[in-house]
């Protein structure tokens, strides 16, 4: 499942939220968070594969993650009531697209320059939720963001592999075992900033750490592995 909504907020609400993404960059640090290859792979851009012995997720972040079930009431007295209007709207498009139940994980500000490094990877798993009930979700929040700036977002669905550029106020949801990468940054005179939320229904257990981006499945170790689509449609069947 992939959606992309573009303007997703209205404009005052996105202003609100621009002015807590500022004032949450004064308390991000730094996540570096490297996988390293067991055998050397193939450099290949195109797939999100720009180092041929390790993969990288290096930005900086402002994170709030609980590990309950619902923490929706935590992260707006974390971050403050600027961010309920968002996430209200965020909740009521997924009860209209069919998931009543729907809970949050966890909930972060990222930031990106051109030190930043987003390579191929997919999310974790959210309290054993299957993975059509967990997703992730990012809103650029950011000024205008031109394309030869560089940091689209890829992502590779059933149906091929999607880019989208940072535009401001495009809200992006996708399962979380599909792969995805940030092409790299050109310039940034202004910081590429996100509003991201991790999501899932159906949990059968509790009490346990969160899926997160650092927690991702390297999908291009092995060459003869099975493709992505076919793994997830045998997990599918064997869960059902």
């Given amino acids: 499942m992939f959606f992309s909504v573009p303007n997703f ?4 609400t996105f202003a609100v939220l621009q002015k807590k993404s500022e004032h949450a ?3 991000s640090k730094e996540d570096n968070h490297v996988l390293l290859f067991k055998d050397k792979v193939k450099i290949d851009p195109d797939r999100g594969i720009y180092e041929e012995d390790r993969n990288v997720q290096q930005c900086h972040r402002f994170k709030f993650w609980s590990n309950t079930n619902n923490i929706y009431d935590e992260v707006i007295e ?10 209200d709207k965020m909740i009521d498009f997924f009860h209209a697209n069919g998931y009543p139940e729907i809970q ?3 909930v972060w500000f990222q930031y990106g320059d051109t030190n930043t490094k987003m390579y191929r990877h997919s999310d974790g798993e959210i309290h054993g ?8 979700s990012q809103l650029f929040v950011h000024e205008d963001w031109p394309t030869e700036q560089g940091g689209a977002f890829r992502i590779e669905t059933e149906e091929g ?3 989208f550029n940072s535009d401001p106020n495009l809200w992006l949801v996708w399962n979380r075992n599909h792969p995805h990468w940030m092409e790299p940054i050109n310039s940034a005179p202004t910081l590429r900033a996100i509003f991201g939320v991790s999501w899932f229904q159906g949990s059968t257990r509790t009490q346990e750490l969160p899926g997160s981006s650092y ?5 291009v170790v092995d060459e003869n592995e099975k493709d992505w689509v076919t793994r997830a449609k045998e997990v599918d069947a064997h869960e059902k």
């Avoid at 907020?9 to 005052?12: A, H, I, S, Y």
């Avoid at 971050?79 to 209007?85: C, F, L, N």
């Avoid at 927690?215 to 999908?219: E, S």
């Fill in 129 to 136: 939720a299957t993975y059509p009930n967990c997703f992730t």
């Fill in 25 to 27: 960059y004064k308390l």
């Fill in 104 to 106: 949050i994980s966890n």
């Fill in 9 to 12: 907020l209205d404009k005052d």
């Fill in 215 to 219: 927690q991702h499945t390297n999908l």
């Fill in 161 to 163: 592999t999607l880019t």
């Fill in 78 to 87: 974390f971050y403050g009531p600027e961010v309920k209007t968002t996430l």
